[in-house]
């Protein structure tokens, strides 16, 4: 578990469990315009379920965001080292947070804290996310946080066609 600091919005970020399964399918319901971009557009407890089980087979660490009065508002699923088995590297595999919240620097100040609680393993020293290519929006954000697009367009497993995107982190 961690917080996010620089926020005006307390956050709290933490691992989900099986009592968090319907609110991280309304989380994932108000997100359905991202999921629209993909080849599943309605969100459904069948691909909660399934997004768990990949993090977990990829020793990812699958969280739920949330205010300070506890109501859930978003997901982050990140591997926090040995991404691909590089110990340096780390992997944002999945940031969603619920339209109502959006525009309002949480997205930003959640993956501020991630680099923050990922970089506490001196080892790391990269972080690599990817981004579906017919998504525009998130091609500005991460861009404006430092990630570069570092592969050609490639169809990933779950259907959706992506680049992947990579972050050196300098450390002081």
Known sequence: MFT?????????????SQADLEAILAVYRQCED????G????????????DMQISKDEGGIFCSIHLADGKMIGVIDY????Y????????????????????????KA?????ERQVIQDAQVSVI?????????RAAQFWQRHGYRIVSEPRLHPDQTIAVDLRKDIQLS
């Open 39 to 50: 080849p599943v557009a309605e969100a459904s407890m069948e691909m909660v379920l399934k």
């Open 128 to 136: 690599y996310a990817a981004m579906q290519i017919n998504n525009p």
């Open 4 to 16: 996010v600091e620089n926020h005006s919005t307390p956050l709290q970020i933490r691992p989900v």
């Open 84 to 107: 691909q088995g590089d110990p340096q590297a780390a992997y944002l595999s999945l940031l969603m947070i619920a339209s109502p919240y959006r525009n309002q620097g949480i997205g």
């Open 34 to 37: 991202f999921l629209a971009l």
């Open 79 to 82: 591997i926090s080292h040995n």
């Open 110 to 114: 959640v993956v501020q804290a991630f």
